[in-house]
């Protein structure tokens, strides 16, 4: 095909009906054309990424003790969300996890609702049938969040980010005694029951490293589910109202789940240390009290 026919069939997209989606969105991104092996799903990955750094520096512009309006709704999602995440991770790893946390939210939340802006996944190369129908067999934009491997990255990123915290801020010690140590109270068991509780405690740790091992495919394939999906529910139905407020919200929800959960693997790690902290300050005030 010639340069000039791949030119006219990439803007015909624009014009004529589409059909390629009424059977579904393919599982894989499309590599781009003359590009190596970047796929369609990176390249939007990429731009959308460059856009979003771009506003928040915009909106920030220099930082002012009397913020500007774009400064104030920048400090006012921050603000939102460290209140959000920080009761969960606890005081010690939140400056640590805050920054990750905030990417993984903005970016997420930006890349699930890529999808919804019209031209995503009806531009591109493709061919024309007798009947006139443009299908396209190579789109030029894709949801990043709709290519499984884009949120395995995602989830992989979760999972390191996660090592890196809950060692630092827990420890090696800690870590061990929440997974194969014995949770009962000695004083308050039976002499009997503690040895045997010790025992299911240690088996059971092994079911928890398990669990934690499989993080990254839980995370992965729960937003990639719901993105993908939803983009082929989208494409299939022609981009019918109810459905495209309806992803809005599952755009936003998915975001939300998967910063919460990588949160909370955290905090169940390097959240001891605040409960200790606060039982001990008390038990000092009360003693002083007295």
């Not at 884009?150 to 989830?155: D, E, K, P, S």
């Amino acid at each position: 095909m010639s340069q000039g026919t791949k030119f006219t069939t990439f803007f015909a997209a624009l014009a004529l009906p589409v059909t390629a989606f009424a059977e579904g969105v393919a599982p894989s991104a499309a590599k781009l054309q003359h590009l190596g092996g970047i796929t369609n799903s990176m390249f939007t990955g990429w731009i959308v990424s460059a856009l979003l750094v771009t506003l928040v520096l915009y909106l920030v512009g220099k930082p002012a003790i009397l913020p500007s309006k774009g400064q104030a709704v920048i400090e006012s999602l921050i603000e939102a969300l460290r209140d959000l995440f920080e009761p969960i991770v606890g005081k010690k790893a939140f400056p640590l996890a805050f920054p990750i946390l905030v990417t993984f939210f903005i970016f997420i939340l930006f890349h699930n609702w890529m999808g919804l802006i019209p031209g995503v996944g009806t531009m591109g190369w493709g061919t024309t049938d007798a009947a006139g129908h443009f299908k396209i067999t190579h789109p030029l934009i894709r949801p990043h969040n709709s290519d499984f491997n884009g949120t395995i990255a995602l989830a992989l990123i979760s999972f390191g980010a996660w090592l890196i915290i809950v060692f630092k801020i827990a420890g090696t010690k800690l870590i061990l005694w929440d997974l194969f140590g014995n949770k009962a109270e000695k004083k308050e068991t039976p002499g009997w029951l503690y040895p045997i509780l010790a025992l299911v405690f240690f088996i059971v740790g092994f079911i928890e490293v398990f669990s934690i091992v499989i993080r990254p495919f839980t995370l992965s394939v729960r937003l990639f589910g719901n993105v993908f999906g939803g983009e082929n529910l989208l494409h299939g139905t022609g981009f019918f109202f109810i459905f495209y407020f309806m992803e809005l919200l599952v755009g936003l929800i998915q975001a939300l789940v998967f910063t919460l959960l990588t949160s909370v693997y955290i905090g169940l790690l390097c959240n001891h240390g605040d409960e200790h902290a606060h039982d001990d300050k008390s038990e000092h005030a009360a003693e002083a009290h007295h």
